[in-house]
Every structure is written in C-alpha cells, then in structure tokens.
C-alpha cells in the first residue's frame, strides 16, 4: 500500500512541473496535468498489482516506477493536445468577435 500512496504524491508532483513547464499553462487549470496524472498512475497501479508484478522478486520496480512514467506521459500528452486545440479555439473566437 506504500507503493500506491508513493505513486499518487510522485505523479500528482510530476503533473504540477508540467503544468509549470508548458508555455501554454494559461489556457486551461493547474490541476489537469496533475489530475489526469496522478488518474493513470494509480489506475495503471492497480493494473500491475493485479496483473501480479507487484512484491515479485525482480519486478518490485514496475508498480513503482512504471506508473509515475506513464502518468508523467499522459499528462504531457494531454497538456500538449489541449492547449494546442484551446488556443485555435480561442484565436478563432477571438476573430468571430472582431469581425462582428
């Protein structure tokens, strides 16, 4: 159970630095990237528990570290398609009004 809770504080730390790191970080919440992260890393937790990877000699290092990888990649995956899709929305928005 130590392991769960080591997952949620490293993939909830990892989504906040990419929150802070993307350039486009005005265009939607600080708790996306660290919720959609933290949402993967535990549910890819579970998966590698139940899976039988866990408290294996030689494979304690997947429901460790795998999830905290994967979780970072999602939500660098996520924050780089949505701000990308917020800021053509917004631009378009923006053009609609002033051509008005």
């Keep these: 159970m ?3 809770v080591v997952v949620v504080l490293a993939t909830i730390a990892t989504g ?12 939607y919440g600080v ?6 992260s933290a949402t993967v890393g535990v549910l890819s ?21 795998l999830p905290i990888v994967l979780g970072t990649v999602i939500a ?3 924050v780089v398609f949505l701000g990308r ?3 053509q929305h917004d631009t378009a928005a923006l053009t609609k ?3 008005l």
Excluded: E
Aim: no cysteine; proline share 6%; hydrophobic share 55%.
């Design 76 to 78: 660098i995956a996520v």
């Design 45 to 65: 937790w579970i998966a590698f528990i139940m899976a039988g990877f866990g408290y294996q000699p030689g494979l304690t290092w997947i429901p460790w570290i």
């Design 16 to 27: 906040f630095i990419v929150w802070a790191n993307d350039k486009r970080h005005g265009k």
């Design 2 to 4: 130590l392991s769960l």
């Design 85 to 87: 899709k917020r800021t």
């Design 31 to 36: 708790a996306l990237p660290a919720g959609v």
């Design 97 to 99: 009004a002033l051509r």
